[in-house]
T-cell receptor
Framework: GDSVTQMEGPVTLSEEAFLTINCTYTATGYPSLFWYVQYPGEGLQLLLKATKADDKGSNKGFEATYRKETTSFHLEKGSVQVSDSAVYFCALTLSNDYKLSFGAGTTVTVRA | DGGITQSPKYLFRKEGQNVTLSCEQNLNHDAMYWYRQDPGQGLRLIYY???????QKGDIAEGYSVSREKKESFPLTVTSAQKNPTAFYLC???????????FGEGSRLTVL
């Protein structure tokens, strides 16, 4: 079935460090890809998305590029802040499918 | 402000009791969803509803029930048949299905 695999955490970084969270997917068709973020004590919120190959999603300094050849959608940020401490989820959905499949989540902690 | 309201935020239940989690949205979204979140497992879909008076089972529907009598409301009942109900439950909604979900803040259920 369709699924997402993301790097296991937890990840601990210092402020201004570079962050990468790997995400790869398996899908029978051409999925749309998403990154969601969950701040402590809150629900999830959409961070960015890409709907076709080579699309780049970006928001709040985060970027991810839809790579069909490597079936990947890695999340990157060049300089993290303490406020970026959260759990990050990679997710996919196929067209006309109401199911959004999530990865296991990666916990990121940024220290001052 | 528009959004999704889940209640209660914390709930304790004795074994053998049914409990109902409330989810209300004022975003005028057609679709609503219930997810279960367990540590290290990401989010798993319990039930979803595309329109009023219609809903479909997700990946882990056993031991749960829902209703969709109003567009704004999608309550989830955790029945005594659910073998391992202790978890964090998240409700979400979307305009249609594009993968862009809006989440509530969640309800944490603990079975004593």
């Amino acid at each position: 079935g369709d699924s997402v695999t993301q790097m296991e955490g937890p990840v601990t970084l210092s402020e201004e460090a570079f962050l990468t969270i790997n995400c790869t997917y398996t899908a029978t068709g051409y999925p749309s890809l998403f990154w969601y973020v969950q701040y402590p004590g809150e629900g999830l919120q959409l961070l960015l998305k890409a709907t076709k190959a080579d699309d780049k999603g970006s928001n709040k300094g985060f970027e991810a590029t839809y790579r069909k050849e490597t079936t990947s959608f890695h999340l990157e940020k060049g300089s993290v802040q303490v406020s970026d401490s959260a759990v990050y989820f990679c997710a996919l959905t196929l067209s006309n499918d109401y199911k959004l499949s999530f990865g296991a989540g990666t916990t990121v902690t940024v220290r001052a | 402000d528009g959004g999704i309201t889940q209640s209660p935020k914390y709930l304790f239940r004795k074994e053998g009791q049914n409990v109902t989690l409330s989810c209300e949205q004022n975003l005028n979204h057609d679709a609503m969803y219930w997810y279960r979140q367990d540590p290290g497992q990401g989010l798993r879909l319990i039930y979803y509803s595309q329109i009023v008076n219609d809903f479909q089972k997700g990946d882990i529907a056993e031991g749960y029930s829902v209703s969709r009598e109003k567009k704004e409301s999608f309550p989830l009942t955790v029945t005594s048949a659910q073998k391992n109900p202790t978890a964090f439950y998240l409700c979400a909604s979307s305009i249609s299905f594009t993968g862009e979900l809006f989440f509530g803040e969640g309800s944490r259920l603990t079975v004593l």
